[in-house]
Structures are given as C-alpha cells and as structure tokens.
C-alpha cells in the first residue's frame, strides 16, 4: 500500500502555460523526441533506447529535461491533446523555441526555471499538484507501508 506525506514540498517556478492540474509524477532525467519518440495515439513514449520506453504519459505530470529532436516535436504533442493522452501538466528544466511551442500546442499547465532542482525533489509516483497561475508546483511524496 502506498500512502502520501501530509506536508507538501514546494518549489517555484516560472509558468509557461498557465493552469492547474495534479496527479501522479512521470519523470525522466533524459530527453523526449516527440516525432518518433512517442505514440501521439496512446501516450506513450516509444523510443526504443529511452528509459521510459513503454510507458504511458497520459494524465500525469511528466517532468523530463526538454525535447529532443526536430521542429515536428510540438505536433506530435498537439496530437497527443486531440486524441486526449497528454500529460496533464509538463514540468521541464531546459527552456527551448521547440519546447515552448510543444508546451502552447499541448494545452496543459507547464513551467520552467525552478528555484530547487525539481530532479531532486520529485520521483515518479509521487502526487503533484502544479499551479502554473501561482508559478508553484506541491510535491506529495510516496511513502510504502510496511507489509
């Protein structure tokens, strides 16, 4: 069984899409190629030597360093909102021309420039609430119970 802290971590940083949304985090430390990375269709990362290979984004907060790849990258992530399997918010560290625009396109509350490494902070699984009005994001960390 896995529970959440009370307490919330919170760091700050700048909104790049405005907007509320929470769930649980999906985070990578390595880049994602939006064109031939990832399944527009289902919300999934396809990229055959990417350590989330496989796994779904759709309705989670995904926190990655930034795109990767050519221009195409933010119409695959478009595509991802009309086919309703995009994260429900993009948290990232490298700010880009490409990932500010796959960040417009996709809808969904993103931010950027964090006063703490968010890399250190968040995990995946943990519950997140990202308030890109605020420029805030709320960690709720996992905690396993015993047996």
């Given at each position: 069984m896995t529970l959440q802290t009370a307490t919330p971590i919170i760091i700050k940083g700048r909104s790049v899409v405005a907007g509320k949304a929470s769930g649980e985090a999906l985070v990578t430390t390595e880049t994602i190629s939006g064109w031939g990375g990832i399944n527009e269709r289902e919300g999934t990362i396809i990229e055959r030597r990417h350590e989330l290979?496989?796994?779904?984004?759709?309705?989670?907060?995904?926190?990655?360093?930034?795109?990767?790849?050519?221009?195409?990258?933010?119409?695959?992530?478009?595509?991802?909102?009309?086919?309703?399997?995009?994260?429900?918010?993009?948290?990232?560290?490298?700010?880009?021309?490409?990932?500010?625009?796959?960040?417009?396109?996709?809808?969904?509350?993103?931010?950027t420039d964090f006063d703490q490494d968010p890399f250190e902070l968040i995990e995946s699984g943990d519950r997140v609430e990202v308030d890109a009005d605020a420029g805030e994001i709320r960690i709720f960390k996992k905690v396993k119970q015993p047996g």
């Open positions: 290979v496989g796994q779904s984004f759709a309705g989670k907060i995904l926190l990655f360093p930034g795109a990767k790849g050519s221009s195409g990258w933010s119409a695959f992530f478009h595509m991802t909102r009309l086919n309703k399997v995009s994260p429900a918010a993009m948290l990232f560290t490298r700010m880009t021309t490409k990932m500010a625009l796959g960040a417009v396109v996709t809808r969904v509350p993103a931010m």
